[in-house]
């Protein structure tokens, strides 16, 4: 009975960080989902994600309304997706090695500008009780769901849908296929690309208000931990499919809650060892993924990993 019992605590608390640790995920993968579906990379979502955590704690802190916080946090994330867009369609311009550039500026600038809010409180983002039902304790705190959650599934579906059934996600994907195609078709591909990667950045800003002001829920300079890079992984795992990248970041929120999910029930030994597994499974996913035996199926043609 004791193992049963601490085999469902295991489990409540998995599916809990699943859904809290996720979210950025989905909302930094969502973004690069539509840029490299433009057929551009934006290795720079890790600084823009780290600066709309930044962003978005200060607005908080000295506006007192969390949701301005995570509005302001995607605007700032959407001026660097459109400098990462600018400077990409100048000639004779890595996009992998701009996107680099610009997440150690992004991360610089978010410590330097950041420095202030470390030890201020600003006000949090609110939860959804979803566990009322139950009267055990574990499944209300796993149950306690926040709005951008629900928001980024819904954005899942939405580009899911709009990639297959609409003009825009045709020239999105004309684009990041076949730049002659698109051109022939009177398309700007830079206006596109532009475009895409500016949206993008808005999703990875709001990931990281959500990092800021409701899970860890603070400011601190080692808030992201590397989740806007992983995230690129996350893309290529869920073959560049808006469904899949939701699935994919759920199972990456549960690598990452399986440390705190065992130490719960009293399991000390190896702690840092499980929470490694959100990059163990990242260097998993990146070697299946760049296998020479297997083809990055449905990676958009124009993309720089497909040349």
């Known amino acids: 009975m004791e193992a049963e019992s601490n085999l469902t605590i295991v489990l409540l608390a998995m599916l809990a960080g699943a859904i809290r640790v ?13 840029t490299e579906k433009s057929g551009r990379i934006n290795l720079g979502l890790e600084g823009t994600l780290v600066f709309g955590a930044m962003t978005a704690y200060a607005i908080s802190y000295h506006s007192g309304s ?5 509005l302001v946090a995607g605007f700032a994330g959407s001026l660097f997706g459109a400098l990462h867009g600018y400077i990409c369609k100048l000639p004779r311009v890595n996009d992998i090695a701009i996107g680099i550039a610009l997440m150690l500026f992004g991360t610089g600038l978010a410590f330097f500008l950041g420095k202030a809010y470390i030890q201020p409180q600003a006000p949090r983002l609110p939860s959804i009780q979803l566990g ?33 059934n609409t003009r ?12 002659p195609a698109a051109l022939a078709m009177g398309y700007s591909v830079n206006w596109v690309r532009f475009t895409a990667t500016t949206v993008g950045g808005f999703c990875a800003g709001v990931g990281g208000a959500f990092l800021s002001l409701y899970y860890p829920g603070s400011w601190s300079e080692g808030l992201s931990s590397g989740q806007g890079l992983m995230a690129v992984a996350l893309v290529i795992f869920a073959r560049w499919n808006p469904l899949a990248c939701f699935g994919a970041a759920l199972l990456f929120g549960a690598a990452g ?10 399991v000390t030994q190896g702690y840092y060892f499980f929470n490694a597994a959100p990059y163990v499974l990242t260097l998993l996913i990146m070697i299946a993924s760049t296998s020479p ?11 720089s990993i497909t040349k």
């Open 257 to 266: 809650a399986l440390g705190p999910a065992l130490q719960s029930i009293g």
């Open 22 to 34: 996720s979210t950025p995920f989905l909302f930094v993968s969502l973004g690069e989902c539509l």
């Open 293 to 303: 035996k297997r083809s990055l199926k449905g990676a958009p043609g124009e993309l």
């Open 132 to 164: 009322g039902w139950s009267d055990n304790a574990q499944v209300q705190s796993a149950l306690q769901i926040n709005p951008l959650f629900l928001v980024g599934i819904a954005l899942a579906v939405f580009l899911w849908w709009a990639f297959k």
């Open 66 to 70: 969390p949701w301005l916080g995570v």
């Open 168 to 179: 825009w996600g045709l020239i999105v994907r004309m684009t990041g296929d076949s730049a």
